[in-house]
C-alpha cells in the first residue's frame, strides 16, 4: 500500500507540472545520458516507442475525427478552409523565395563524397502530381496502415458525406464517442512525450555527439537561418496582415508546444496528434482543424521548400553552372509544388533534390550525393524543417479561424 501511494504522488506530481518543463528536463536529462552513457542503446528505445506511438495512432485519430465531424453534420469546408489553404501555399512559396535569396547572398559548395538511395525519388513534377492523385484513391484501409494522409482525408470525408445522409441519431453519437475514445488515447501518449523526447535525444547525441555542428557547419547556418527567417519573420507577417495583431504571442506558443515536439519526432505526420491537442487548447472548431492538419502535414512544407531550393543552389554551386534570375524563379516553383508533394516523414523532402536538381542538367549521380549530404546533416537540417512545417499547420489554421472570428465581430482571444 505504501508503494501504492509513493506511485500516485510521483504521478500526481508528474502531471500536475507544466508538460514544457517535463519535455525541457527530458532534453536535459537525454543530452547527458547520451555524453556519458553512448552504448546504453536501450534508453533510445523509449524515443522509438513514443514515435511509433505517434505514427500508429495518428491516421486513425484523423479519419475518426474526420468522417465523425461530417457524419454529425457540423463540418463546414467554409471560406475558413480556402484561408488556410491559401496560406499555406502562400508561406511555401515564399520559403522558396527566402531559401533563394540566403543561396545568393551566401553560396555554399558540398564536398560530393557521399552516396545515397534515391531510386524512389520522383523524375519530374508531374511524377510527384500523379502521386498526389494516385495517393488520393488507394484503398482506405492500406491508407490507414500506410499513414497515406491524402488517401485517409479523401475517404474520410466520402465517408462521412455518405453516412450523414443515412446514420440515426444513435449512431452519430456512436462516431462521436469513437472520435473521442482515440482523442484520449492521444493525450495519454502525448502525456508520455518527456521519455519518447529524452530517448530521441539520447539517441542523436549517442550516435553524433556534437561533431554535426562543425562538418557542413556554413550550409547548415544556410538552412536553419533560412527556416528561422520564415519562423520568426515571414510567417509572423502573414499572420499580422491578416488578423492586424501583433502575432508572436501565438507565434510562440505554436512553437513552443508544436515546434518543440516536431523537432524531435522528426515527422509532420507523428506530430498531428500534438498539433490537435493544441488546437482544441486554443479553442479552434474540430469540424475545421480537423482537416486543416493532417492537409497541412501534407501540403504545408516550408521547411522542406526552402531543404530543396539550398541544397539544389548548393549543387549548382559547387559544379560551377550559373544561375540566373529568371531559372531561380523557376525554382522557387518547383521547390514549392515539389514540397507539397514532400512525405511528411524524416528526411521526405530530401528525395525531391534530384528533381530540381534535373532543371539545371545536374546528373542524377551527383544529384544523388547531394541527397547523402543532406541525410548526414538531417539530425539538424530535417528536425528544424518539421518545426517549422509542423509549427505552421497550427499558425495558420489559427489564423484563419480567427480571421472568421474578426471579419463576424467576434472577438480575439486576450491571450494565446
Request: proline share 4%.
Amino acid at each position: 500500500m505504501e508503494h501504492k501511494n509513493i506511485f500516485s504522488s510521483l504521478a500526481g506530481v508528474y502531471n500536475s507540472t507544466s508538460l514544457i518543463l517535463r519535455i525541457f528536463i527530458g532534453i536535459v536529462i537525454g543530452t547527458v545520458l547520451g555524453l556519458i552513457f553512448p552504448h546504453a542503446a536501450w534508453i533510445g528505445s523509449f524515443g522509438s516507442l513514443f514515435v511509433g506511438a505517434l505514427k500508429a495512432i495518428a491516421p486513425v485519430l484523423v479519419f475518426a475525427l474526420v468522417s465523425s465531424s461530417l457524419v454529425k453534420g457540423g463540418a463546414k469546408l467554409d471560406r475558413r478552409f480556402g484561408v488556410v489553404v491559401a496560406l499555406y501555399m502562400i508561406s511555401t512559396l515564399l520559403a522558396s523565395f527566402v531559401a533563394v535569396a540566403a543561396s545568393f547572398l551566401f553560396p555554399q559548395t558540398i564536398a560530393l563524397t557521399y552516396q545515397a538511395d534515391v531510386s524512389s525519388a520522383p523524375a519530374g513534377i508531374g511524377q510527384v502530381l500523379n502521386n498526389l492523385l494516385i495517393n488520393a484513391v488507394a484503398n482506405p484501409l492500406d491508407s490507414i496502415v500506410r499513414a497515406n494522409y491524402i488517401g485517409i482525408l479523401v475517404w474520410a470525408i466520402i465517408f462521412g458525406l455518405s453516412m450523414k445522409k443515412f446514420a440515426s441519431e444513435t449512431t452519430k453519437e456512436m462516431f462521436a464517442e469513437i472520435a473521442q475514445g482515440i482523442s484520449q488515447v492521444v493525450r495519454w501518449v502525448i502525456n508520455l512525450a518527456p521519455f519518447g523526447i529524452m530517448g530521441l535525444v539520447y539517441a542523436t547525441v549517442a550516435s553524433n555527439g556534437l561533431s554535426i555542428f562543425t562538418s557542413y557547419g556554413k550550409l547548415l547556418v544556410v538552412l536553419v537561418g533560412s527556416m528561422l527567417v520564415m519562423a520568426l519573420i515571414v510567417s509572423p507577417i502573414m499572420v499580422a496582415i491578416t488578423l492586424h495583431r501583433n502575432p508572436y504571442p501565438l507565434v510562440w506558443r505554436c512553437l513552443r508546444q508544436s515546434g518543440l515536439t516536431a523537432f524531435f519526432t522528426r515527422s509532420s505526420a507523428a506530430n498531428i496528434p500534438v498539433n490537435m491537442e493544441l488546437c482544441e487548447d486554443l479553442g479552434l472548431d474540430e469540424d475545421m482543424y480537423s482537416v486543416s492538419i493532417p492537409l497541412g502535414a501534407t501540403i504545408n512544407m516550408d521547411g522542406a521548400a526552402i531543404t530543396i531550393a539550398v541544397m539544389t543552389l548548393a549543387a549548382a554551386h559547387t559544379i560551377g553552372v550559373s544561375v540566373d534570375l529568371p531559372t531561380a524563379l523557376i525554382l522557387c516553383v518547383i521547390a514549392t509544388l515539389g514540397a507539397c508533394g514532400a512525405s511528411g516523414v524524416a528526411g521526405g523532402s530530401l528525395l525531391l533534390i534530384p528533381m530540381a536538381c534535373s532543371l539545371f542538367g545536374i546528373s542524377n549521380d551527383i544529384s544523388m550525393q547531394v541527397v547523402g549530404v543532406g541525410f548526414i546533416i538531417g539530425v539538424i537540417q530535417d528536425s528544424m524543417e518539421t518545426a517549422l512545417n509542423s509549427s505552421s499547420d497550427v499558425l495558420f489554421t489559427a489564423t484563419a479561424e480567427y480571421y472568421s472570428w474578426r471579419k463576424t465581430g467576434r472577438p480575439l482571444p486576450e491571450k494565446f
